[in-house]
């Protein structure tokens, strides 16, 4: 019989993964706990050797009509194929090169087809990946490090570089360098405007999202001027304020112009080639910037100001407390436990320039935090989440979808789908409300339909319960969520088993079809269960 109590394995892989499988379960009681951590928290460079093998054989249709030529528009033809993820595999330039003839020489599907293709390979990672900790964990830091996909079609065509070459690598390494390298990114230095940035006019966008949402956080502002009361902590060797004020932000803006992208401007040796590559343009650089956070960038020239300014937020304390409770809470829930937040805080500053120091913090918060992380679900899952836990737990084979880069984008949810910089919330009222809830329902009722989503439930559930609908519920609730949902929803459930176009009557008529059509709608609506809501 099925319990009502789930698992300490099912409830801590659930926090930290896209949805706890019968077989991960299996491994962890296999290997223990702080062994599958250790293993998740050392994953190879790229993607694991049959993931990468499924990847690059997905294929996907793109069909558009042709444009006549008008003017100096020259138009593009008709076409009609199922072609290789190749956009995935272009460089910077390659990108920023069909951004730039998308409209004249090419078709916009052209432009749209860089999402998707992201976009499809993000649900096939997220499902398939064995290294579930770092599937969590970027999706974590691409909302927290955001980049809304509606600003700048240069930026959003670099996206899959900004998601596959600055984000994934760096998540188990250190915060430094990931803040470093989001910094130089073609997407943020366009969605935040610092590439626009001048000596004249030194953008604001970039720095004062960097100090408020990137590091030291909105509980660090402090006012227009720093009180000479606020006091200082030890940085990086230096004594450095505790708090951020708005004069902070104009010296950081100061200070990090100049860090732009090779979009055709003027640079130092004449005019630089539009490649949306980094570049350090002295020509955009502001040379005034003074005090920042009581450290005097004037005996600094070039970039090394820009890197000190990146060298003192990425170690404040404030960053530490502000990211650590972030994480906790993406963990934990809406009110993660402080002993959980103080113990990671702790390994956040003692590994500050360590190549491994966020990996360290996510060991202190799953490993030695271990006994938060058995304690029952506190977490609404996002839509997205749901999703992608409901194709785990079936077993489900995610192909190349085309339409993925569109699902729950109504909502707010899905990659770089959040229009402005803070981010979607992380706070569970986000997720319910009715149209929220509305949504989620009718896609996980429709999603099986799909035809880039294969799975047989049929071939999934033991024969032996064929003649059993509560056998059959039992089954698939114990598959998906780990116990029996209320007793009402039990019930529920088996009643449709019951009925004429349920799964007992399926088995007896003994068409496969006919019950793989009736385990679908089964699983669907424990899917859209409170309980499958939860992680």
């Known amino acids: 019989m099925l319990s009502s109590i789930s698992s300490f394995e099912a409830n801590a892989l659930n926090r930290i993964t896209f949805g706890a499988r019968a077989q991960d379960i299996a491994r962890v009681r296999t290997m223990g706990w702080s062994a599958w951590v250790d293993d998740q928290l050392n994953p190879p460079a790229g993607d694991e050797p049959d993931l990468a093998a499924h990847i690059n054989q997905l294929a996907m249709r793109i069909k558009y009509a042709g444009q006549a030529p008008f003017g100096n528009i020259p138009g593009w033809q008709p076409l009609d194929q199922t072609r290789p993820l190749t956009y995935l595999k272009l460089d910077n330039a ?4 069909i951004a730039r003839r998308s409209d004249v020489s090419l078709a916009p599907n052209e432009r749209y087809r860089i999402q998707q293709e992201m976009n499809a390979v993000t649900w096939v990672r997220n499902v ?17 490090f955001t980049i809304g996909r509606q600003e700048c079609i240069y930026g959003t065509a670099s996206l899959p570089l900004y998601d596959t070459q600055v984000i994934r690598p760096r998540v188990f390494g250190s915060f430094r360098d990931l803040l470093g390298a989001v910094a130089r990114s073609p997407s943020m230095l366009r969605f935040l405007n610092n590439s626009e940035s001048t000596a004249d006019h030194p953008n604001e966008n970039y720095a004062r999202e960097l100090l408020e949402l990137h590091t030291l956080g909105a509980p660090a502002y402090v006012g227009i001027t720093a009180p000479a009361s606020l006091g200082t902590v030890e940085v990086v060797g230096r004594q450095v304020a505790a708090g951020f004020s708005d004069q902070d932000i104009v010296q950081a803006s ?13 640079g130092p040796n004449g005019i630089l080639p539009f490649t949306g590559n980094f570049i350090f343009n002295p020509l955009q650089h502001n040379a005034q910037a003074g005090m920042f956070m009581g450290v005097d960038l004037s005996r600094l020239s070039g970039m090394a100001q820009g890197e000190l300014i ?3 937020v990425a170690n404040h304390p404030a960053t530490a407390d502000f990211m650590v409770r972030k994480i906790a809470r993406r963990i934990f829930g809406d009110a993660p436990p402080e002993g959980a937040i103080l113990g990671a805080k702790g390994v956040w500053l003692s590994t500050r320039g360590r190549p491994d120091q966020l990996k360290q913090v996510m060991r202190a918060l799953t490993v030695s935090g271990m006994e938060q992380m058995g304690l029952p679900a506190a977490k609404v899952r996002r839509p997205y989440e749901r999703l992608i836990a409901f194709l785990r737990t079936t077993d489900t084979v995610i192909n190349a979808y085309d339409g993925a880069w569109l699902v729950f984008s109504s909502l707010g949810d899905g990659m770089f789908v959040w229009a402005t910089p803070e981010g979607r919330p992380d706070t569970d009222a986000q997720w319910q409300t009715a149209a929220a809830n509305l949504e989620t329902w009718n896609t996980l009722l429709q999603i099986m339909s799909t035809p880039s989503l294969r799975t047989s439930l049929y071939d999934q559930t033991p024969l032996e319960y064929a003649g059993s609908a509560i056998q059959i519920v039992e089954y698939w609730v114990g598959r998906m ?18 009925t004429p176009i349920g799964v007992l009557a399926a088995y007896r008529s003994a068409g496969i ?8 709608r089964l699983t669907s609506l424990i899917a859209i269960s409170p309980e499958f809501g939860m992680r």
């Open 94 to 97: 390659g990108l920023w090169d």
């Open 128 to 144: 398939h990946s064995r290294y579930q900790i770092r599937e969590f964990m970027s999706d974590f830091w691409n909302n927290h």
């Open 254 to 266: 100061r200070a990090l112009s100049g860090w732009t992208l090779e979009q055709g401007q003027a």
């Open 310 to 312: 990146l060298d003192i």
């Open 481 to 498: 969520v780990g116990r029996t949902l209320r007793p009402a929803a039990m019930q529920a459930l088996i009643d449709e088993a019951l």
């Open 513 to 520: 079809n006919n019950i793989e059509t009736a385990l679908r």
